[in-house]
C-alpha cells in the first residue's frame, strides 16, 4: 500500500496550494480519505475526511477555506487550500482508512510565510 503525497511547498499569506494523494494497492472506493496535520511538539490533527460516499468533515480551523474532494477513477484525494495562513504551517499527512485497515503517507510540508 502507498500513499504519496505531493504539492506542498512554501506560499505567502492569503494564498493558495492544492495537495494531492495518489493511493495504490487498495481498493480505493471503498475507504475514507483524510488529511491530518502536524508542527514539532505537537499531536497530528485532523484538517478533514471525505467519506466512500463522498460526505466531507473539516475541523473549526479550515472551514470555509479548505476543500477536501475525491477522485476514485484516480484514486486520488486532493486538499484544496485558500487563504492561507501562517498557522496553517505544518507537515500534511493523507490517510485512508477502512477500519481496522488505517495507512498512512509520508507527508508534505507546507510553509506559509511572507
Known amino acids: 500500500v502507498q500513499l504519496v503525497e505531493s504539492g506542498g511547498g512554501l506560499v505567502q499569506p492569503g494564498g493558495s496550494l492544492r495537495l494531492s494523494c495518489a493511493a495504490s494497492g487498495i481498493i480505493f472506493s471503498i475507504y475514507a480519505m483524510g488529511w491530518y496535520r502536524q508542527v514539532p511538539g505537537k499531536a497530528r490533527e485532523l484538517v478533514g475526511t471525505v467519506s466512500n460516499f463522498g460526505s466531507t468533515n473539516y475541523a473549526d480551523s479550515v472551514k470555509g477555506r479548505f476543500t477536501i474532494s475525491r477522485d476514485n477513477a484516480k484514486n486520488t484525494v486532493y486538499l484544496q487550500m485558500n487563504s492561507l495562513k501562517p498557522e496553517d504551517t505544518a507537515v500534511y499527512y493523507c490517510?485512508?482508512?477502512?477500519?481496522?485497515?488505517?495507512?498512512w503517507g509520508q507527508g508534505t510540508q507546507v510553509t506559509v510565510s511572507s
Open positions: 490517510n485512508a482508512r477502512a477500519r481496522p485497515l488505517d495507512y
